[in-house]
């Protein structure tokens, strides 16, 4: 019955093309032209999953890279990433749901999203979701989360927060589009859980970062620098998504680990493994004894996880290194994985930007780069209307305060004016105080050289911290470039507190 919709509305479309061109007007592009597209339609369809919650999943796994069938660090496969290894059996599940061969599902683009959704629509059907519930695609959170099988309820909220993040800011790669959308997210029982991204447990050595444990047998316990010198840090790519790292660290079937891991859309970092102690990341015991390990969410082979917020963060965190062992900022002191001796990893890889990398370890700057940053307290540059009251209650807050309103139907926007120098694409972060009771799907409106575009952030989670938005085409000049409006369907407050505009 499901194969004949699919044929029936191939056809449809089919004929509406046709009658297009007769009528003199361009054929509307389908997702059929695009094999990745159309794999994505045909999977959410035949699984009754929403399309664009599937595409969100994908892109957070592996920003729709197949991979050509290699594992990923965690032993996951494909587009939605299967995974075998000892704890998540996803790939035989799938296997199981779909009566497609294992290998086909690991190296099949269409196979794999296929096998994606019906494990997705599992973990749905064991919530109970029926046909009513299942069209909210805010009711899904729970299964994605179950999808990402983590190892703490802290860790499924960061995957599935990850996940509904793709939702409200939008998605284009690979020819595959999802529109920025208004969704509430309904966490359940995980809206219990800690907020990782907002560094409720800071890290014993680095307090910009989160901390989160690794499996005490993923590493050696030490006395460093008593029982070794520190000189090194070490870059590393994940092979693998910011969540699904950290989980796979936590799992005692590892038998690895680094001592930090960094986000690639926002540039959050969690500790894993205190400084004192040897992770297992080298694959060098010499290595090991003499060196910190940070890892970088992404593939080697697809530099689109390489943001500049990961860098600047990266960075950061490399000069604190350096400045607290006394490690050279050269890259005598600063190694990739790959020059290891004896290594057979190859990361950082070739989309590594060691220049623009150096630079910020150094305290330079990658030309021809620029920033400003305007605060809610910013003279001349920030305007909102009575509505928006002012608020210190959240410690979270960029500044002495920030401003807020409830939502109504209507924009009542809070505008951030800033000076651009030419035109361009820029990048666009946001900082905001997180809390239950904050919007979840505040709309943020950036003023783009072909018009307002409008993105929505999930308000109640990620706060307290510079968070990326996108990058945006702007025209040179002075005018009000980011907004805050308030007319959402989403829930809570809706905060304005400081905007940050960077030249990509």
């Not at 796994?61 to 050509?68: I, K, M």
């Not at 799938?94 to 190296?107: F, G, I, N, S």
């Not at 595959?176 to 907020?195: H, I, S």
């Not at 790959?338 to 990398?357: F, K, L, Q, S």
Request: with cysteine; glycine share 8%.
């Amino acid at each position: 019955m499901t194969l004949a919709r699919t044929r029936l509305a191939a056809l449809a479309t089919s004929i509406l093309a046709v009658l297009l061109i007769v009528a003199g007007q361009p054929a509307v592009a389908t997702a059929e032209e695009n094999p990745l597209a159309a794999a994505f339609d045909r999977a959410a369809a035949e699984q009754d999953v929403p399309r664009d919650l599937l595409v969100a999943l994908a892109y957070a796994e592996t920003h729709l890279d197949g991979h050509g069938g290699e594992p990923s660090a965690s032993g996951g496969y494909g587009v939605t990433h299967l995974v075998s290894n000892p704890t998540n059996h996803s790939l035989e599940q799938a296997a199981e749901l779909t009566k497609l061969p294992v290998d086909k599902l690991r190296a099949d683009d269409e196979a794999n999203i296929l096998g994606g959704a019906a494990v997705l629509r599992a973990h749905a059907d064991k919530l109970g979701l029926d046909e009513a519930a299942r069209k909210d695609i805010g009711r899904w959170y729970q299964a994605v989360a179950k999808y990402g099988n983590a190892t703490s309820p802290e860790l499924a909220r960061l995957y599935a927060d990850a996940v509904y993040e793709g939702l409200g800011l939008g998605i284009d790669i690979r020819g595959v589009q999802v529109k920025p959308q208004e969704v509430t997210a309904d966490r359940g029982d995980l809206a219990n859980a800690r907020d990782l991204n907002a560094r409720a447990v800071a890290s014993p050595d680095y307090p910009p970062a989160a901390w989160v444990a690794a499996n005490s047998g993923n590493y050696t316990a030490s006395s460093r620098e008593s029982s070794y010198n520190i000189d090194r840090v070490v870059i590393h790519v994940t092979q693998g998504s910011y969540a699904g790292t950290i989980s796979w660290f936590q799992n005692p079937s590892a038998n690895v680990s680094a001592h930090y891991v960094v986000k690639s859309s926002n540039g959050a970092i969690t500790q894993m493994v205190r400084d004192k102690d040897v992770a297992w990341h080298a694959g060098n015991w010499s290595y090991n004894t003499r060196s910190i390990g940070i890892e970088h969410e992404g593939w080697v082979d697809d530099a689109s996880w390489f943001t500049d917020a990961m860098y600047r963060a990266s960075a950061a965190l490399t000069r604190h290194l350096c400045d607290k062992y006394g490690i050279p900022k050269t890259r005598t002191g600063i190694i990739g994985h790959n020059e290891v001796p004896g290594a057979t990893h190859t990361d950082p890889g070739r989309h590594w930007n060691w220049t623009t990398y150096m630079n910020y370890v150094t305290g330079g700057d990658d030309p021809p780069s620029w920033t400003t940053t305007v605060d809610n307290a910013t003279a001349g540059q920030f305007t909102a209307s009575a509505n928006w009251g002012t608020s210190t209650y959240s410690s979270q807050r960029h500044g002495a305060d920030y401003r807020f309103a409830d939502p109504v139907s209507s924009s009542d926007p809070a505008w951030y004016s800033a000076t651009i120098p030419s035109a361009g694409t820029y990048h666009v972060e946001v900082w905001y105080p997180s809390d239950a009771g904050y919007n979840s799907s505040a709309p943020y409106i950036v003023a783009t050289s072909s018009g307002n575009q409008t993105v929505y952030v999930d308000q109640r989670s990620g706060g307290g911290s510079w968070r990326s938005i996108g990058s945006f085409s702007l025209n040179a000049g002075t005018y009000n470039v980011v907004g805050v409006s308030r007319w959402t369907s989403g829930t809570g407050y809706v905060i304005a507190d400081a905007v940050r505009i960077s030249r990509s």
